[in-house]
């Protein structure tokens, strides 16, 4: 059995169109059922599943067996076809579903989930997440049991593609039984509602909304076939607090719709209720009727309530009700004006909660007096998306052990935290003043700061700010390190300016950038170095010693490596040719640096001029990226992208960002990707020398590729070092890196994955693959290395070292 999940899956099925078309006349624009892991289409009800493979030229498979579950179907829901849990689709990798979108706006998105056991997998063990565009809709799916699971979302789609994104966990695998996607009316779900209790409105039009309850009131199911969205309704009798408080009103014939009102709920929940029993039969007559629901702290939620008076013995003016969230009123009814005073008139009412700090929603309605004209027909309750974008949260435990554990790491880490930052600022305090001291003895005047005449950026203040930047070098230092600047000691020259080996008055060897007054980078360029190497500390990431801003000058003081760029290690030197398993640990070292850009603080940063040239190899070739003059810091949470002016190298710019001029992480996967091809070739992106079809390095390895010529564009310097394995495996994720859109491009997390993955099958058997970075999660950056730096992580150069032996060498 060949197991899906190696490449992405694309679903094209415009050319096949649903045979979608209810009673009552619901017929969305975008519409895909898909019957997963089968071959053969199968009816129910009134819609159609398509099989998840074909013949067709137009569908991709990367596995195309069936997968067939020979396992009673005895505990699945009832109200679903058992057709649907007969076959399941595997997947032992990351893998995607791709749906192109004809309108843009809200779609419905519903997982059907049915473990089973298929030879070696137990899919009540399968451990993986789902995410949908730059949503994570389930963070850690697992623990099944034996039960069915249908899972609905509803997402606002503002491109023409929709891309659902499976994830397995490490030695764990992914599955899906059935999937629903399709289209549905603009005004079902509202741009933003009333946040009760707290005032204000919730903004909900760009927000994902995962469906945690939907309710019919009257003790009564409906079936997703009697309504127009194919929804369940399922019976409110196990959430009401209090069933003698409560009593089942039913009277379909009474309901009267308005045009498109069926969308909002269909005739089968208005046209029952539960009703507040009257005060004089019941001794223990309370004022409000309850439902209790099972939530996830920490989120906000949308509550929607529908009413519809059907009782005919009551008067329709007068009904006020008061409703209630966890005993906090979040507003009020007055039924009768909402409906013109018409007894049946469906009417809804939105409202938002948050679940603070407790797993339970309570949902009351009550009046403004002592009257029993108190019902509800229906509610729904949909779960807000946080601010990382996540519907979901990692499953609780009962283990008190795990607990514990937990308790105990959290206040040993707290604790470390604490002495790191005191240490810290202990540090950072002692080297202002031993730069301060270091200053003022290069200028000749003790006491005071240097202030050399003339020069535009003399003052420290004109450029950074003093409590923001340290590592200030006199410009006398410089010129004493770098022998005046001599050509002797260029070992390179980029866009800023030329770079020197320099050597300070302690013997450390340093790396000296000086911006020239002829180069297209300026100002700006420098504090935007100066500035992100200050504040971020990375072993894969080239270490800020300091910088120098006097006498007009602009000049960084990065630690030297030893062994130049990666670039001159590929192609355009002397330099010896690397191994197939040292070009793996390099592109390794630098995906690490990538994804600490990305992920180790509030906001991503994008490196924006990823390229070979900018990977460094110190003595060990140990990687670390470089140049960050470019870079950009990422966009806000609730915004997709940065528009920004087109900044970077020809032949690595994403061609998305370069026509759309809108910059995002996955700009910097797409310039990683190539340098990944570079890696692989050992020539560069662009060569004139070579003949016409070979000049672009892309397009003549695509076309290798596609011809099976794969390991024709493999260097000649690897030839017989390179394992198959490691290289398709190495292959997938450079072709993912490369592809056009950035939504079909992995993040970093998932690049580093399979890289450690291709090094591993190639046979490093001592160095095993990395647990601790997941394209699930920051772990890597949270825990591995800390923003403004660290003990661990200033890959063995101390500035206070460094500048505590200058001042001892200069005073004698």
């Known amino acids: 059995m060949v197991i899906a999940g190696k490449l992405g899956l694309l679903v094209w099925v415009s050319s096949i169109f649903c045979l979608v078309c209810l009673s009552l006349g619901f017929n969305p624009v975008d519409n895909y059922f898909i019957n997963c892991g089968s071959s053969k289409n199968i009816s129910v ?29 005895n505990s699945i829901s009832l109200y679903y076809d058992s057709a649907l849990y007969q076959t399941a689709r595997i997947f032992d990798g990351l893998s995607h579903y791709s749906f192109p979108i004809k309108q843009q706006g809200r779609h419905l998105i519903r997982l059907h989930f049915f473990p089973f056991v298929y030879g070696n997998y137990n899919m009540s063990k399968a451990k993986f997440s789902v995410s949908a565009q730059n949503f994570t809709l389930i963070r850690e799916h697992n623990q099944l049991g034996n039960e069915s699971v249908v899972k609905e979302y509803c997402l606002n789609i503002t491109s023409n593609r929709l891309v659902l994104t499976l994830t397995p966990f490490e030695k764990s695998f992914a599955f899906i039984n059935a999937l629903e996607v399709f289209s549905i009316t603009e005004n079902l779900i509202p741009k933003e509602a009333t946040f009760g209790g707290k005032g204000g409105n919730r903004t909900l039009w760009d927000q994902a909304l995962e469906t945690v309850a939907r309710v019919n009131m009257g003790n009564s199911t409906v079936v997703p076939l009697n309504d127009n969205l194919w929804r369940l309704w399922v019976s409110d009798s196990s959430y009401l607090k209090d069933n003698n408080l409560g009593s089942p009103v039913s009277n379909l014939g009474r309901v009267n719709f308005t045009v498109g009102s069926g969308d909002f709920a269909p005739t089968s929940v208005y046209g029952t209720a539960t009703w507040l029993s009257d005060p004089r039969e019941d001794p223990n007559f309370s004022a409000n009727l309850t439902w209790s629901f099972d939530v996830s702290p920490g989120f906000d939620y949308l509550v929607r309530l529908h009413f519809c008076n059907i009782n005919s013995n009551s008067t329709q003016p007068g009904i006020f009700i008061k409703i209630y969230t966890n005993s906090e009123e979040a507003g009020h009814v007055d039924l009768g004006s909402e409906t013109s005073h018409v007894l049946g008139t469906p009417y809804f009412k939105d409202v938002c909660t948050k679940a603070s700090s407790i797993d339970r929603l309570n949902i009351s309605v009550g009046s403004y007096s002592n009257s029993p004209a108190i019902f509800l027909n229906g509610l729904e309750i949909m779960k807000i998306n946080n601010a990382k974008g996540s519907l979901d949260v990692v499953s609780s435990t009962s283990s008190k052990t795990k607990v514990v554990l937990i308790v105990g790491l959290a206040v040993g880490s707290f604790v470390i935290v604490v002495l790191v930052a005191a240490v810290f600022l202990f540090c950072r305090r002692r080297r202002r003043k031993l730069v301060e001291g270091t200053e003022e003895h290069f200028s000749g005047n003790r006491g005071r700061k240097v202030h050399t005449s003339g020069g535009k ?31 002797n000691l260029v070992i390179g020259v980029g866009g800023f300016g030329k770079v020197y080996k320099g050597v300070l008055r302690d013997e450390t ?71 197939w398993k040292q070009r793996l640990e390099i592109c390794i070292g630098s ?17 924006r001029d990823v390229k070979s040239a900018n990977i460094l190899l110190d003595k060990n070739f140990m990687a670390k990226v470089a140049d960050f003059g470019l870079s950009k810091t990422g966009p806000d949470l609730d915004q997709t992208h940065v528009s920004t002016a087109v900044k970077g190298s020809f032949g690595y710019l994403d ?12 700009s910097d996967i797409y310039s990683f990707g190539v340098v990944l091809l570079e890696v692989l070739c050992g020539r560069p992106v662009i060569d004139p020398s070579l003949p016409r079809e070979k000049v672009n390095l892309i397009d003549w390895a695509m076309k290798s590729y596609r011809n099976g010529k794969l390991e024709e564009i493999v260097d000649t310097c690897l030839v017989g070092q390179v394992k198959p394995d490691s290289l398709k495996k ?19 997390g998932d690049v580093l994955w399979n890289l450690e993955s291709a090094l591993q099958i190639q046979g490093n058997e001592e160095k095993k693959l990395s647990s601790q970075v997941s394209h699930v999660s920051n772990l890597e950056a949270s825990m591995e290395f800390s923003r403004n730096g660290s003990v661990g992580d200033l890959a063995g150069i101390s500035m206070s070292t460094v500048f505590a032996q200058m001042v001892r060498e200069d005073m004698r």
């Not at 190497?533 to 000058?553: A, P, T």
């Not at 995906?591 to 490196?607: N, P, R, W």
């Not at 998305?656 to 992480?665: A, G, K, P, S, V």
Request: hydrophobic letters at 35%.
């Open 45 to 73: 009800a009134d819609r159609e599943f398509l099989a998840d493979k074909s013949s067709s030229s137009s569908f991709t498979l990367s596995t195309p067996e069936e997968i067939v579950a020979n396992t009673s179907l």
């Open 655 to 666: 061609p998305e960002y370069l026509t759309r001029q809108q910059l995002t992480e996955k």
């Open 730 to 748: 190495y292959w997938e994720i450079t072709e993912k890196c490369l592809a056009e859109h950035g939504i079909d491009r992995p993040s970093m």
């Open 457 to 487: 950026y003399s003052d420290p203040t004109a450029i950074f700010s003093s409590s923001k930047i340290g590592y200030r070098f006199p410009f006398m230092a410089i010129l004493d390190a770098t022998d005046n600047f001599s050509e």
């Open 509 to 579: 060897e340093v790396a000296i950038k000086r911006g020239s007054p002829q180069s297209n980078q300026g100002l700006v360029e420098f504090r935007t170095e100066v500035e992100m190497l200050s504040q971020f500390r990375h072993r894969h990431l080239v270490s800020l010693i300091g910088y120098c801003d006097e006498q007009n000058e602009m000049i960084i003081i990065y630690e030297y490596m030893e062994n130049g760029t990666l670039k001159n290690h590929l192609y355009g030197s002397s330099f010896p040719s690397l191994t």
């Open 591 to 607: 995906a690490k640096g990538l994804h600490y850009l990305h992920t180790g603080s509030t906001k991503a940063i994008i490196h």
